[in-house]
């Protein structure tokens, strides 16, 4: 069973920056897609960044572009996601998930992810 552990998240003034990881262990696999995703109160689960098993691909949603980068160390088993130019809209519990999907034009729904973490909450301070 692949276990995913989040962890960097915190308060931060807007503008500001914080940097998430993902841990990955266990599975059966060495290979997984791994994507963030962000639910704030009262709101739907929203994927934000993927990236596919290499690291050689990756796909934003159109709210963080230019702000976030997911990258990935598959011999550390960690994934990341930097988060520069935070604003308080960014507000939100964040999950990383692994499944087999991984798309260049959209971002998967959170149902073609099979493994989640356990979430970090990112508070950003206006």
């Known amino acids: 069973q692949l276990q995913l552990v989040e962890s960097g998240g915190g308060l931060v003034q807007s503008g500001g920056s914080l940097r998430l990881s993902c841990s990955l262990s266990?599975?059966?696999?060495?290979?997984?897609?791994v994507g963030w995703f962000r639910q704030a109160p009262g709101k739907e689960r929203e994927g934000v960044a993927c990236?596919?098993?290499?690291?050689?691909?990756?796909n934003y949603a159109d709210s963080v572009k230019e702000r976030f980068t997911i990258s990935r160390d598959n011999v550390k088993k960690m994934v990341y996601l930097q988060m520069d130019s935070l604003k308080s809209e960014d507000t939100a519990v964040y999950y990383c998930?692994?499944?087999?999907?991984?798309?260049?034009?959209?971002?998967?729904?959170?149902?073609?992810?099979?493994?989640w973490g356990q979430g970090t909450q990112v508070t950003v301070s206006s």
């Open positions: 266990g599975g059966t696999r060495d290979r997984y897609q």
């Open positions: 990236i596919n098993f290499s690291g050689s691909r990756t």
């Open positions: 998930a692994a499944g087999d999907v991984y798309s260049d034009t959209f971002l998967p729904s959170p149902l073609a992810y099979d493994y």
